[in-house]
């Protein structure tokens, strides 16, 4: 069993930084692979970022490739999305989720999700 807890999301002008934080709890986040999704009103969830359980791997969305970073610390139980260069298409709820249930760790298909953060970024 994992519980996520997501923080750091909040109101910013475009061209701001934000660091988002995942806070995990239970044993199988050390062996999982996590990922950071977002979810617009009116719109899909999509992926945004993911890690492998041992931070040598890192995929991106191409919106985001080059802006944001997501790195995991072991020790703390955490996974954390720095996210640079804000702009006002990056508002949504965003989402930390770990132990994807397929080989495509980029689909919205994972064992557990945190409560997700907002982000708001205007003009």
């Known amino acids: 069993q994992v519980q996520l807890v997501d923080s750091g999301g909040g109101s910013v002008q475009a061209g701001g930084s934000l660091r988002l934080s995942c806070a995990a709890s239970?044993?199988?986040?050390?062996?999982?692979?996590m990922g950071w999704f977002r979810q617009a009103p009116g719109k899909e969830r999509e992926f945004v970022a993911t890690?492998?359980?041992?931070?040598?791997?890192?995929y991106y969305a191409d919106s985001v490739k080059g802006r944001f970073t997501i790195s995991r610390n072991h020790a703390k139980n955490a996974v954390y999305l720095q996210m640079n260069s804000l702009k006002p298409e990056d508002t949504a709820v965003y989402y930390c989720?770990?132990?994807?249930?397929?080989?495509?760790?980029?689909?919205?298909?994972?064992?557990?999700w945190g409560q997700g953060t907002q982000v708001t970024v205007s003009s």
């Open positions: 989720a770990a132990k994807p249930s397929t080989n495509n760790y980029k689909l919205p298909v994972y064992d557990y």
């Open positions: 239970g044993r199988t986040f050390s062996s999982s692979a």
């Open positions: 890690i492998t359980w041992d931070g040598a791997v890192t």
